[in-house]
């Protein structure tokens, strides 16, 4: 017989007696918690498929609330997102930053913020992203507004100004046999033109929500390269000074915490910080 399959699993209570696992108990405690529907269908189906007999009662309801602490830290996240990323600002470099970061998740090796040599002038590229022959040329376009849009001129502007680039860097040896491709991300979204005119002219765009289903915010959740700004148990002046020294996005945080100690955090903030930081990341 199959006991995870007919639910007929033995555990063992905290007085040492033996009982029947019951979903309908732990999808109650859930709902009790203030769970959503589709929550409590998710933690019960995990927790019955990890489920062995003769666990603790203890440690089958720790599982399931350390899921649900995560849901909804998913969730509260995802709600903060947007908001995060516009409190960036007020230059663009923070979300270079982490644009170069989202290419690294991807294996490139990245660079923020360079002068490159064109054949005719010399330009400014906010990231360059290389591995092996391939290199991504990334113009970054952040707004403060969410209700803006990138108009047809820039992918216009930037398709000339890589195709500048990419004349120079095919007369020199290191990029020989080099592929190179041009790029333009913001966190708002595109014109219908800029888009037209992209797909045409061969650039490749990253938006809020474009291409839909991959875009920005999904990139950002799959990779978990979220902003610092998301933080709850950071203020505004703690913010502004990790984003003063290149610290943008968690990951970044969590590599180097004790950045934070100059700011003047007391020691419970730094406490629940780590905390939070370990729930988004994990």
Same mark, same amino acid.
């Given at each position: 017989?199959?006991?995870?399959?007919?639910?007929?699993?033995?555990?063992?209570?905290?007085?040492?007696?033996?009982?029947?696992?019951?979903?309908?108990?732990?999808? &109650?405690?859930?709902?009790?918690?203030?769970?959503?529907?589709?929550?409590?269908?998710?933690?019960?189906?995990?927790?019955?498929?990890?489920?062995?007999?003769?666990?603790?009662?203890?440690?089958?309801?720790? &599982?399931?609330?350390?899921?649900?602490?995560?849901?909804?830290?998913?969730?509260?996240?995802?709600?903060?997102?947007?908001?995060?990323?516009?409190?960036?600002?007020?230059?663009?470099?923070?979300?270079?930053?982490?644009?170069?970061?989202?290419?690294?998740?991807?294996?490139?090796?990245?660079?923020?913020?360079?002068?490159?040599?064109?054949?005719?002038?010399? #330009?400014?590229?906010?990231?360059?992203?290389?591995?092996?022959?391939?290199? #991504?040329?990334?113009?970054?376009?952040? #707004?403060?507004?969410?209700?803006?849009?990138?108009?047809?001129?820039?992918?216009?502007?930037? &398709?000339?100004?890589?195709?500048?680039?990419?004349?120079?860097?095919?007369?020199?040896?290191?990029?020989?046999?080099?592929?190179?491709?041009?790029?333009?991300?913001?966190?708002?979204?595109?014109?219908?033109?800029?888009?037209?005119?992209?797909?045409?002219?061969?650039?490749?765009?990253?938006?809020?929500?474009?291409?839909?289903?991959?875009?920005?915010?999904?990139?950002?959740?799959?990779?978990?390269?979220?902003?610092?700004?998301?933080? &709850?148990?950071?203020?505004?002046?703690?913010?502004?000074?990790?984003?003063? #020294?290149?610290?943008?996005?968690?990951?970044?945080?969590?590599?180097?915490?004790?950045?934070?100690?100059?700011?003047?955090?007391?020691?419970?903030?730094?406490?629940?910080?780590?905390?939070?930081?370990?729930?988004?990341?994990?």
């Amino acid at each position: 017989m199959d006991l995870k399959t007919n639910k007929q699993i033995l555990i063992k209570k905290a007085s040492g007696e033996e009982e029947i696992f019951s979903p309908e108990k732990l999808k &109650r405690s859930l709902i009790n918690a203030g769970a959503q529907e589709e929550t409590v269908k998710k933690i019960v189906a995990d927790v019955e498929q990890w489920i062995s007999p003769g666990i603790p009662t203890r440690k089958i309801y720790s &599982r399931a609330f350390s899921l649900l602490r995560r849901e909804k830290t998913c969730s509260s996240l995802r709600y903060r997102l947007k908001q995060a990323i516009l409190e960036l600002g007020p230059t663009g470099y923070p979300f270079e930053v982490l644009t170069g970061q989202l290419f690294q998740h991807m294996g490139f090796e990245t660079e923020v913020g360079l002068i490159l040599e064109g054949k005719c002038v010399t #330009h400014e590229m906010d990231v360059i992203a290389t591995k092996d022959s391939s290199q #991504h040329l990334v113009e970054c376009k952040y #707004h403060k507004d969410q209700g803006k849009h990138v108009s047809i001129q820039v992918p216009l502007y930037v &398709r000339s100004r890589v195709d500048d680039i990419i004349a120079k860097r095919q007369e020199m040896a290191e990029f020989k046999n080099f592929t190179f491709t041009a790029w333009v991300i913001t966190n708002t979204r595109f014109s219908d033109d800029s888009v037209q005119y992209s797909n045409c002219r061969g650039l490749k765009l990253l938006a809020w929500n474009y291409p839909p289903g991959n875009g920005l915010k999904e990139n950002i959740e799959k990779f978990k390269i979220y902003p610092v700004t998301v933080l &709850r148990n950071l203020n505004i002046k703690e913010k502004q000074f990790l984003l003063e #020294h290149n610290i943008v996005t968690c990951s970044q945080l969590s590599e180097n915490f004790d950045t934070l100690r100059a700011s003047g955090i007391n020691k419970a903030k730094f406490n629940n910080l780590k905390k939070e930081l370990a729930d988004i990341l994990n």
